[in-house]
């Protein structure tokens, strides 16, 4: 994992300053840069201009509550793409469940949660979050290859490597891990033979 995806952004959003109190003492040493937000309100206004890779969303908030907080982020282009883990007192409600799956959340958790079930998710969110990124880099530089090379050897193999990321990217996005390893796995060797390719000379600039 590179130094910027151990210093990822979370926002944490909930109406109780001890909850994110809470909240900050158990995800502290993981490194990450952690910013509270006590109402739906806020968190929507920092991610008008703040860049966040997971938000920590509790659903039963004053005013705008957890679900229409979700809501409003997914309905923006700018944030959609950003994981939500939702956070609720609510224990063994399945419709509440749903609705949080419905308004965009990846994720449930009843308090009193376990902290280390928490920091784990935390975790494999952050860890994809730093996968995309790594695809959407690599996507780009298919596309510059694709402006240079026109027919050949390298066009056909930056086509398989388009095919395999925009795979990969979409298991991401939907946070199918089983899946995800092995296509990133086909990804990484087709941009292989891209690379080679070019280095070769193969076909010319």
């Known amino acids: 994992m590179t130094e910027e995806s151990r210093c990822a952004r979370i926002l944490m959003v909930d109406d109780r300053a001890e909850n994110l ?3 900050e003492a158990i995800l502290h040493g993981l490194g990450h840069e952690l910013v509270k937000a006590s109402s739906g ?3 929507l206004k920092r991610l008008l201009t703040e860049e966040f890779a997971l938000i920590l969303l509790d659903v039963q908030m004053p005013g705008m509550d957890g679900f229409e907080t979700a809501t409003r982020i997914k ?3 700018r944030t959609r793409d950003i994981p939500i883990l ?3 007192a609510i224990d063994g409600e399945a419709h509440q469940a749903f ?3 419905a308004a965009g959340a990846v994720d449930y958790l009843s308090k009193p949660f376990d902290p280390w079930v928490l920091r784990a998710k935390v975790g494999v969110f952050l860890e994809l979050h730093e996968r995309r990124r790594e695809l959407t ?3 780009d530089e298919l596309r510059q290859l694709l402006a240079t090379y026109s027919g050949g050897e390298v066009e056909r193999a930056v086509g398989r490597a388009i095919d395999a990321l925009a795979l990969a990217q979409t298991l991401a996005d939907e946070h199918a891990q089983p899946d995800l390893a092995k296509a990133i796995a086909e990804a990484v ?4 033979t891209v690379r080679r390719l070019v280095a070769s000379g193969v076909d010319g600039p």
């Open 189 to 192: 060797d087709a941009m292989a």
């Open 99 to 101: 609705r949080g799956y």
């Open 41 to 43: 309100e806020e968190a």
């Open 75 to 77: 309905q923006r282009e």
């Open 21 to 23: 109190l809470a909240l």
């Open 86 to 88: 939702f956070l609720t």
């Open 137 to 139: 880099a690599q996507s």
